[in-house]
């Protein structure tokens, strides 16, 4: 590869606005951003913006160097906003310094506390109290695999126990950091889990470990070891007001097999604890501000009076230990409070009061040693003998004053001859005094931790693991650096080691397992170092080697050590520019230069051995005990030590440190370690406040960044082939895309990276080099932008294309009106034109013809004159002429005329004489004829009988009419006399209607007097039932009297029968009279008995409310049915009348009792085998009706054993079997309970719980309390009826309990992972950092499917006839349940919460809350509220104060911690805005004008009274025994009550 392209290639990340970080003073690292890059021939010139402090910086450099550096010289890149706030450091891509503080720094802000790097936890100190480790939070840690939750102390914890109980390792939990950074604290965080996690056992791999919220007392007394060793080893510092002065390794000791302990699975059965290095010097020096250990402090402020004068303590600040460091109180400590602690958890380990107060008093004694005054004189020191201080210390030893004092100003040395004694002078002595303080301190301390492990592991209790928490000092590299630094530096060395080597192993495995190629490259090891202090011939070494010389000192110590490692092929060791008292060793984190002053009395921190021997002989035998342990030294682990001036001598401090970190390691190797690694933010102890040097420094001291250095060196990025392709699809062409994953990312990675170098595939991974990451990230932005560019391109396109073409339309359009308006102007012009074209013609026209009328009318009237005087011209002429020819007519007609008469009279006149001769002959006939009479009467005579006949008919005419007239006249009066009749009809019905009303009054009159009569009756009735007996009497003689009668009678027949026909047939009627007579007196007296009798019923008829009753007898057909009305005073009788007659008397029950039928039910309920059968077969081995879909059983077929049972219990009390009653429903509710505690299925749970209520409210009808039963029978009842009710209670509870346990692992999937709606599927990670995280492993499990299952529960208890009220009760809280285990989780959740799943969330609820609606229950919708708030946070807003008020506003129930909970996990989606710390600060500020509980997690076990459900009302006890079941006894009771 050439130059050019090398360069090119290593600069293409630095491209314009590129982020890169840069050193800062303040700020550790700063931002800034390329601004511009430019190549002149050999030189780069990068032009960098800082955006904070809005400067820029220009750097330059020359190719050919920065070539030759590998390009380290170029300021380290920004991760792309992927990993912005990533939970694992790990994950980064481009991991350096500057990222890693960033990333903390990040989350810090945003209240995150803890941070994963690679395997290690980093826990900065918030400082503040957080609502991080309830027990809620517990349970939603426990069962769940490390990536699956936030990071979190209990994620560390809850591996380390899974771990210890899958694989049965031991394990170790490291958690190490600076002073005040929180060790101890997490540490015991990490214990209290322990112990309550394993609390209820019963704990397998895939279930959730039930969380207790009490412990048992071995997990008590184990946590009882924080605060005894945290008063006699911690003490407040300058760093830290609960500063643990000693390192410590406590193994939680687990056994799974304990025979004899009552639970079963993994639990604690002990503990034991070694310690390291205590501070022994702060027993006798505080530097300013600090204190002496706790317990002298609770001492002098919390002994009671008595002690206080024993012990002779008085304030702190009268005693020399305790006020050097002028600070005797701690804000927020309360010294009392916390001697009762102390006192507390050492009776809990097993310390006794009197061995209490035997420590104190030595604690006293040690107080009193430092205030004894060593005074000089001549150079030699003394004590005063009188000195009280001296008096009380050696009283309090036991000591002999005395030889007590010598010891102090005077040594003694022991030659091969003789002893020596010489005087000390005043330092020395000082130095004598306190070293035996300081010894008898540490050997109390050490008996303390000594007698904790006794009774924490009683020799012989089995364990079978145990899981180490390792509690110790961190690097430490001050301004002057002792002893006390160098030890504590060589542990953290050793610890370091260990850890590279761990996360080289883990690294080397992933390797391996995926089969990868690939060489490791060499990291810094520091063995070295490790060696040059602890090796042969080692600084520890040589510093035994100088201590056990007399004249051992630390010049000549230092001087060893420069001639040995001051060489130049030791890298670690260095040596001084100045100065020839300190020693510098090149430790992994930093160079830390030792002060020499003090090593060898350290080292050797030994007391002289005259003291010890008066110590060893005190008469307080407890002290005794306590430094007798010095005689049993720790077994020293090199025995191959050389062993000089014969004797073995006491071991240094040096060498016992060594050997006990040694054996440290070699635990810690034989476990499986997790890491924690502690960072105090800040100095100041400011919540969240970050001070990024400070936070670098310790990340260098805990070994983070050399991690991230080992991970540098391989492959740091792994992503499976899925999470990968998942992401990055989109950097190849869309017809590459593949469904095999592995195929895809292949081609991915081809595609993209030309170097081979910077990926592997492995099996299932693929692996990358730092950075390529980051740069496939930028790729991938570079890809959207560019999808996002040509998106928008095409839509632009097509936006500015639509309106383009609608523009032209519209342009168009607009001409088209234009041009129409103008040609229709121009039309209308044309129009006008012509309309005036037309006018004028017409009007030209007009004119034209009137003045051609005019012309033409005179033409025509001249024409006409003219032709009048023609025409009359002409007319005259004519007149004339036709005057002529008229004149002509008349003559010629009158002239032809006159010749036509004369010929016509002519003619007539001869033809008149022609015709006279005919009619003359005729005449002369005629008269000849008219002679003859004869003819003429004949005619007469025919015309006489026509005559007749007509007079006759006119007559028959005549009469006719009169007849008619007659009858008419007969009609008419027939007609009056209707009319009359009419009109005296209506007059007499009015008549009646008058006499109705009298009726009327009169029938009222009728009924007083039959209510009168009836009054009578009633009377009457008395009267015969004084009657009754006699007539009984009566009845009696008359039957006798009948029989006789029957005899006679019979006889009688007989002889009828025998006599002949002659007797006498009067005699016959006369007896069958007396027959007749007798029949009829033999049916009144029984009809008269049966009335009688009859009264008597009918009385208890009409209390019943029968308002009839009838006195009828058939027999004889006499007697009528008479209706009885019911008198007034029967429905005016008072309740209380009618509740005592219906009420037996005492004396009637027992007459009842007397009766042979009573005796026999009696007999029946007692019997023994009744009771066998109702607990037998009606509870025990009942075949409980099963729900089915196809048929509903009825309330009988469910209800039969409640309503048995209750018939039973009432007949028993019926018959005041109180005893009975006890006995047999006791039995019979113990089985029931027994039946109902041993959770069978949702079925026998809703049939029980239904029965039970029901016999619960059959016990409870007024019936069954108004008995008036013995007062034993009222309380048996009572406790019946609360044993029943508590019944109820339990089968509910359990039942609940049952459901919540097969709900657990449905909720999650069903409400958070289901995604329903298929806009919105994201990814089952929230981004790509799922390469530590697992996702539920259930899976699968919808909304649907829990809908579904809530139903069928809802429909089961509605088949079983439950009590609306329960049935509402059990859902609501498997509502609440879900709504809050949701909610917990989603809190909880890691890489999760994105806005696509807010929507989804949503949806999920709402379908729940439909369904809730839809059962009738929408009060539990409020269960849900808290969840779809949170949901609902999840889509709104939130990147500015505005919009965390709509926040606010809409989610009302969610209070602060929850809100900035989810604000700080929400993960931004591509091209969203991070979200910015200061938006947490304002809702912290907001919350604090509406401080509602700062809790995190709702409290899932609140579980909602049980509300008891009303009682239903039962007419009657159904008798109801199903055809299936052989029951009888209990069908004997059946009928016995009816
Ligand atoms: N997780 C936490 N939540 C709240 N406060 C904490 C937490 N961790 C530590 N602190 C605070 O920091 C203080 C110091 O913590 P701790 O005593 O555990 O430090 P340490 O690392 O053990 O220090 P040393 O090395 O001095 O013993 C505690 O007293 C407590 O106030
Ligand atoms: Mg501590």
Redesign the pocket.
């Known amino acids: 590869m050439t130059d050019a392209s090398l360069v090119e290639k290593a600069l293409k990340e630095y491209t314009k606005g590129t982020k890169a970080y840069f050193p800062d003073e303040a700020e550790g690292w700063i931002v800034a951003t390329v601004t511009s890059k430019s190549i002149e021939g050999d030189q780069l010139r990068l032009t960098f913006n800082v955006d904070q402090r809005n400067k820029n910086i220009n750097l330059d450099w020359s190719l050919a160097k920065l070539q030759a550096s590998n390009f380290a010289d170029l300021p380290p890149l920004k991760n792309p906003p992927m990993l912005e706030g990533t939970d694992d450091l790990a994950t980064l891509s481009y991991l350096h310094e500057a990222a890693v503080l960033h990333g903390i720094k990040t989350r810090y802000l945003q209240e995150q506390?803890y941070t994963y790097s690679g395997i290690v936890l980093i826990?900065m100190?918030?400082?503040?109290?957080?609502s991080?480790?309830s027990p809620d939070i517990m349970r939603e840690y426990s069962g769940k695999d490390r990536g699956e939750l936030e990071p979190h102390?209990y994620a560390v914890a809850e591996d380390a126990y899974r771990t210890l109980i899958k694989e049965a390792r031991n394990q170790s939990i490291i958690v190490s950091?600076?002073?005040?950074?929180?060790?101890?604290?997490?540490?015991?965080?990490i214990m209290r889990y322990f112990a309550t996690v394993d609390n209820l056992g019963n704990y397998n791999s895939h279930e959730a470990a039930p969380v207790a919220t009490t412990i048992s007392e071995v997990e008590e007394a184990v946590l009882a070891t924080n605060p005894i060793l945290e008063a006699f080893g911690?003490s407040k510092?300058t760093?830290?007001?609960?500063?643990?002065?000693f390192g410590k390794y406590i193994e939680v000791l687990f056994s799974n097999n304990d025979k004899s302990s009552p639970r079963k699975g993994v639990h604690i059965v002990g503990a034991k604890i070694r310690t390291y290095l205590l501070e022994r010097s702060r027993l006798i020096f505080q530097p300013a501000t600090e204190r002496n250990y706790h317990i002298f402090y609770q001492l002098c402020a919390a002994a009671p009076a008595a002690e206080k004068k024993e012990l002779g303590l008085t304030g702190w600040d009268s005693f020399f230990y305790l006020k050097q460091g002028g600070t005797g109180t701690v804000p927020g400590f309360d010294d009392v409070a916390e001697f009762a602690n102390t006192q507390k958890a050492l009776s809990i380990i097993g310390i006794s009061v009197s061995q209490q107060w035997d420590i104190f008093r030595i604690c006293a004694a040690l107080l009193h040693i430092g205030n004894i005054e060593i005074k000089t004189f001549r150079d030699e020191a003394s004590v005063d003998d009188n000195d009280p201080a001296l008096a009380m210390a050696s009283k309090l030893l036991g000591v002999d004053k005395a030889t007590f004092k010598k010891w102090i100003v005077k040594k003694q040395i022991i030659t091969r001859s003789e002893k020596i004694v010489s005087s000390l002078n005043q330092y020395q002595a000082t130095v004598a005094r306190d070293s035996v303080a300081k010894f008898v301190y540490s050997m109390l301390f050490d008996w303390i931790v000594r007698l904790i492990n006794k009774n924490l592991a009683k020799d012989g209790q089995a364990y079978n693991s145990f899981i180490g928490v390792l509690?110790i000092?961190?690097f430490e590299h001050f301004k002057k650096n002792s002893f006390e630094q160098f030890c504590i530096n060589y542990a953290n060395e050793k610890l370091q080691q260990e850890f590279n080597a761990h996360v080289f192993r883990l690294e080397q495995e992933i390797y391996v397992q995926e089969k990868i190629n690939w060489s490791f490259i060499d990291f810094n090891d520091n063995q070295p170092c490790i060696d040059m202090i602890e090796n042969k011939l080692g600084i520890l070494d040589l510093l035994d080697e100088e201590s056990r010389l007399p004249s051992g000192a630390d010049a000549s110590l230092v001087t060893k050590l420069y001639q040995r490692f001051a060489v130049p092929t030791q890298k670690f060791f260095e040596k001084p520019k100045f100065g020839q008292k300190a020693f510098t060793i090149k430790h992994y984190a930093c160079d830390v230069t030792y002060d020499i002053d003090g090593f060898i009395e350290k080292n050797k921190d030994t007391v002289a051995d005259e003291q010890l021997a008066t110590l060893n002989s005190s008469e307080f035998a407890f002290l005794r005990e306590v430094v007798a342990i010095e005689a049993t030294p720790e077994p020293e682990p090199t025995p191959n030590r050389p062993v000089r001036g014969g004797a073995l001598k006491k071991p240094t401090l040096g060498s016992i440190f060594k050997a006990s970190l040694v054996q440290l390691m070699e635990t810690i190797r034989s476990t499986q370690v997790h890491y924690i690694r502690?960072i105090?933010p800040n100095s100041t102890?400011t919540p969240f406040g970050f001070e990024p040097q400070m936070v670098l420094q310790q990340l260098r001291a805990c070994g983070v960044l050399e991690t991230i250095r080992i991970s540098c060196a391989g492959y740091p990025s792994k992503y499976t082939f899925q999470e990968f392709a998942d992401r990055y699809y989109p950097l190849v062409a869309s017809n590459q895309w593949n469904n095999d994953s592995r195929q895809l990312t292949e081609i991915i990675v081809t595609h993209r990276i030309t170097d081979l170098d910077k990926y592997q595939l492995g099996l299932t991974k693929i692996f990358f080099r730092a950075g390529q990451i980051a740069i496939l990230e930028k790729l991938r932005t570079e890809r959207i932008r560019y999808c996002v560019v040509l998106i928008q391109k095409n839509i632009k396109k097509f936006i500015y294309q639509r309106s383009y073409v609608r523009t032209r339309a519209a342009a168009i359009q607009v001409q088209t009106a234009l041009r129409a308006w103008s040609a229709r102007q121009q039309m209308v012009a044309i129009r006008e034109n012509l309309a005036a074209i037309k006018l004028q013609a017409a009007i030209r026209e007009y004119l034209a013809r009137s003045k051609y009328v005019e012309l033409r009318t005179a033409a025509t009237v001249i024409q006409g004159a003219l032709r009048l005087v023609n025409a009359q011209k002409e007319f005259h002429f004519l007149r004339i002429t036709s005057a002529a020819v008229r004149i002509q007519k008349v003559f010629r007609g009158y002239s032809a005329r006159k010749t036509y008469k004369y010929e016509v009279a002519a003619i007539v006149l001869l033809q008149s004489y022609v015709r006279r001769l005919a009619p003359v002959k005729e005449f002369s006939q005629l008269k000849q004829e008219a002679k003859s009479v004869g003819k003429l009467k004949e005619i007469n005579y025919r015309l006489e009988g026509k005559v007749v006949e007509l007079s006759q008919a006119l007559k028959e005419q005549e009469l006719g009419n009169k007849l008619m007239s007659e009858e008419i006249s007969h009609l008419k009066t027939q007609v009056g006399l209707w009319k009359e009749k009419f009109s005296k009809s209506d007059l007499s019905n009015k008549a009646v209607k008058t006499e109705y009303v009298d009726t009327s009054t009169e029938l009222k009159k009728e009924l007083q007097s039959v209510t009168e009569a009836k009054e009578a009756l009633v009377r009457e009735r008395e009267r015969d039932q004084t009657l009754i007996k006699k007539q009984s009497e009566d009845i009696r003689k008359f039957e006798l009297d009948l029989e006789k009668h029957k005899e006679e009678l019979t006889k009688l027949r007989d002889e009828l029968k025998t006599t002949t026909k002659g007797e006498d047939p009067a005699v016959v009627m006369g007896l069958r009279k007396e027959v007749s007579s007798l029949r009829e007196q033999m049916a009144r007296l029984i009809a008269g008995k049966w009335r009688s009798d009859r009264v008597a019923d009918s009385q208890l008829v009409s209390n019943d409310g029968d308002s009839w009753a009838y006195s009828s007898y058939d027999g004889l057909g006499e007697a009528q049915p008479q209706p009885r009305l019911r008198t007034p005073s029967s429905y005016l009788e008072s309740p209380d009348s009618l509740e005592r007659r219906r009420t037996p008397a005492p004396s009637a029950r027992t007459i009842v009792a007397d009766s042979p039928e009573t005796e026999r039910s009696i007999r029946i309920l007692e019997d023994k085998a009744l009771e066998d059968e109702i607990l037998d077969s009606l509870v025990t081995n009942l075949r409980i009706p099963l729900p089915s879909t196809q048929t509903v059983a009825t309330r009988s077929e469910i209800f039969f054993p409640s309503h048995l049972i209750g018939l039973v219990a009432t007949q028993l009390a019926h018959f005041g079997l109180a005893q009975r009653l006890q006995v047999v429903m006791g039995n019979t509710l113990k089985a029931i309970q027994g039946l109902t505690t041993r959770f069978e299925d949702d079925y026998v749970s809703a049939f029980w719980l239904s029965n039970c209520h029901e016999l619960l409210c059959i016990l409870n009808t007024p019936d069954m309390r108004n008995q008036g039963f013995s007062l034993d029978l009222v309380r048996g009842l009572e406790s019946i009826q609360k044993q029943l009710e508590y019944i109820v209670k339990e089968v509910y509870s359990s039942w609940i309990k049952e459901l919540r346990k097969r709900l657990d692992n449905t909720i999650i999937p069903a409400i958070i992972e289901t995604q329903s709606l298929p806009g919105y599927v994201c990814k089952q990670s929230g981004n790509l950092q799922g390469s530590s995280g697992k996702f539920s492993k259930v899976g699968g499990f919808t909304t649907e499917q829990l809908l579904n299952f809530l139903s069928k529960l809802s429909k089961t208890m509605k088949c079983y006839y439950l009590s609306d009220s329960i049935t509402q009760q059990i859902l609501s809280e498997l509502i609440r349940v879900i709504g809050v285990t949701a909610f917990n989780h989603l809190l909880m959740r890691r890489n999760f919460c994105t806005w696509k799943r807010g929507v989804q969330i949503q949806y999920n609820i709402s379908r729940l809350e439909e369904w809730c609606t839809g059962q009738n229950i929408p009060e539990a919708a409020k269960y849900l509220q808290h969840i779809l708030q949170a949901a609902k946070l999840l889509t709104l807003n939130k990147s500015s104060a505005k919009d965390i008020e709509a926040i606010l506003e809409n989610c009302p129930d969610l209070n602060a911690t929850q809100i900035k909970k989810l604000l700080s996990l929400y993960y931004a989606a591509d091209f969203d805005s991070p979200l910015s710390p200061e938006l947490l600060k304002v809702v912290s500020s907001r919350a604090s004008l509406n401080e509602k509980s700062d809790v995190l997690l709702l409290d899932l076990e609140k579980v909602s009274e049980f509300n008891k459900p009303s009682m239903r009302h039962i007419e009657a006890i159904d008798k109801f025994v199903p055809s299936w079941m052989n029951l009888p006894c209990l069908a004997a009771v059946t009928t016995l009550a009816q």
Do not use: H, V
């Open positions: 506390i826990a100190n918030p400082f503040q109290r957080l991080l480790y102390l950091g600076e002073s005040g950074a929180g060790k101890t604290q997490s540490a015991k965080y911690n510092t760093r830290n007001d609960n500063s643990s002065r509690d000092y961190g502690c105090k102890k």
